[in-house]
């Protein structure tokens, strides 16, 4: 079975500093791929960033980077430059060769002006 | 720009109702999906389909069922709402199976089951 374990409920940080959440999972298959998704209090769910199991290098999309770690199955997402739009709800979740996404309970980010 | 669409952002239902949940997407999306989102145990699959007329059971089917009669369309069903229904509803839709695609969503709807 695919797992994902995020063990922080709630994380905060201050506005312009860096913060990370912790994301590990456990497959058996080789390749499948990672994403981040936030939920602002919206409730729309966006993708921050996607990383390819293969790929050695890890993913960023401006303010927003992953630490891939295969061997340990862990995940996680640096967020720098904290911004109040950054508040939210983050999700991270697994897709192998089922095709349907597997998700963590997620961790809520606070923002401290 | 993708844009999956569900019906209702707010439902309150009576116990016993039959709930139909719609969700429609506007970019020819092979797959779809239904999430259930609670606090504590983040989004759990529900049903998914990978084509028209086709269906296949998530991780919580049970007082569930799913009809997609068209690409477009993919309706979750509450056969007899209980209260232990009272969730959000997440829709999504990705353009295939392949591990590297991105799964859109819809915006959630509330239910409420009274």
């Known amino acids: 079975a695919q797992t994902v374990t995020q063990s922080q409920p709630e994380m905060s940080v201050q506005e312009a500093e860096t913060v990370t959440l912790s994301c590990t999972y456990d497959?058996?298959?080789?390749?499948?791929?990672l994403f981040w998704y936030k939920q602002p209090p919206s409730r729309q769910m966006i993708l921050v960033i996607r990383?390819?199991?293969?790929?050695?290098q890890n993913a960023t999309e401006n303010r927003f980077s992953v630490n891939f770690q295969k061997a340990a199955k862990s995940f996680s997402l640096k967020i720098s430059d904290s911004q109040l739009g950054d508040a939210a709800m983050y999700f991270c979740?697994?897709?192998?060769?089922?095709?349907?996404?597997?998700f963590g309970k997620g961790t809520k980010l606070s923002v401290k002006p | 720009d993708v844009k999956v669409t569900q019906s209702s952002r707010y439902l309150v239902k009576r116990t016993g109702e039959k709930v139909f949940l719609e969700c429609v997407q506007d970019m020819d999306h092979e797959n779809m999906f239904w999430y259930r989102q609670d606090p504590g145990l983040g989004l759990r699959l529900i049903y998914f389909s990978y084509d028209v007329k086709m269906k296949e059971k998530g991780d919580i089917p049970e007082g569930y069922s799913v009809s997609r009669e068209k690409k477009e369309r993919f309706s979750l069903i509450l056969e007899s709402a209980s209260t232990n229904q009272t969730s959000m509803y997440l829709c999504?839709?990705?353009?295939?199976?392949?591990?590297?695609?991105?799964?859109?969503f819809g915006q959630g709807t509330r239910l409420t089951v009274v």
């Open positions: 999504a839709s990705s353009r295939s199976w392949r591990r590297d695609t991105e799964a859109f």
């Open positions: 497959t058996s298959e080789s390749d499948y791929y």
């Open positions: 979740a697994l897709r192998g060769s089922q095709g349907n996404l597997i």
């Open positions: 990383q390819e199991a293969y790929k050695q």
